[in-house]
């Protein structure tokens, strides 16, 4: 079972570089998540989606931008990447927002920006 | 707006002993959700064990339990029989009760790093 998956797994950028990172999850779940982690911050909500089509901002939207063409994906963009945006991505689903409903998370993506 | 306060950067336990990891969290709100999650250097987040706030009794999951405090709006998890396997940054999260959205959203401590002495 794949559950979700997040590709690249690594990746360095140039300041000012642009790039996306996906993320896939084959379980059929309504919702997915943005995460960012940093060191002795723990996971930030970046962005979010509530269904196919739909995306929200999180707690950390600022210069990311995220896209929901499909259920199974969640596209997670860089314009124009900065030094404060390296850190590791972790992209979560869960089946919905009702109660009781486990996030599930892929492995995380580390970007660093150069 | 929900806070969660992990206030031990480490802890460092023995092979086969107990260990208990500790979380206090601030809300407004009386029906929520907590969660343990355990990061490896893998760097895979693995739910350990969750609570509901309108349940009294104690999560439990084999060698993995919580003292639920709602009161004290605390949330302990303690490891028993500790294996080497358990050596990973372990997260306290909140998620609100309320269903959508950004309330569907965690809200992270910042970590426990356990290490599992042989």
């Known amino acids: 079972n794949a559950g979700v998956t997040q590709t690249p797994k690594f990746r360095v950028l140039k300041t000012g570089q642009s790039m996306t990172l996906l993320c896939a999850q084959d379980?059929?779940?309504?919702?997915m998540y943005w995460y960012r982690q940093d060191p002795g911050m723990g996971l930030r909500l970046i962005h979010y989606?509530?269904?196919?089509?739909?995306?929200a901002k999180g707690e950390v939207p600022d210069g990311y931008n995220v896209s929901r063409l499909k259920k199974q994906n969640f596209l997670l963009g860089l314009e124009s990447a900065a030094p404060s945006q390296t850190s590791v991505y972790f992209c979560?689903?869960?089946?919905?927002?009702?109660?009781?409903?486990?996030?599930?998370f892929g492995d995380g993506t580390r970007l660093s920006i150069l | 707006a929900q806070t969660v306060t992990q206030s031990q950067p480490e802890m460092s336990v023995q092979e086969a002993e107990t260990v208990t990891l500790s979380c206090t969290y601030d809300?407004?709100?009386?029906?929520?959700?907590l969660f343990w999650y355990k990061q490896p250097p893998s760097r895979q987040m693995i739910l350990v064990i969750r609570?509901?706030?309108?349940?009294?009794q104690n999560a439990t999951e084999n060698r993995f339990s919580v003292n639920f405090q709602k009161a004290a709006k605390s949330f302990s998890l303690k490891i028993s029989d500790s294996q080497l396997g358990d050596a990973a940054m372990y997260f306290c999260?909140?998620?609100?009760?309320?269903?959508?959205?950004?309330?569907?959203?965690?809200?992270f401590g910042t970590g426990t790093l356990l290490a599992v002495q042989p």
């Open positions: 979560a689903s869960s089946r919905s927002g009702g109660r009781n409903q486990p996030q599930h």
């Open positions: 379980m059929n779940h309504e919702y």
């Open positions: 989606s509530v269904g196919e089509g739909t995306t």
């Open positions: 809300t407004s709100e009386s029906d929520y959700y």
């Open positions: 609570q509901e706030a309108y349940k009294q």
């Open positions: 999260a909140y998620r609100s009760a309320r269903a959508g959205g950004a309330t569907n959203k965690l809200i």
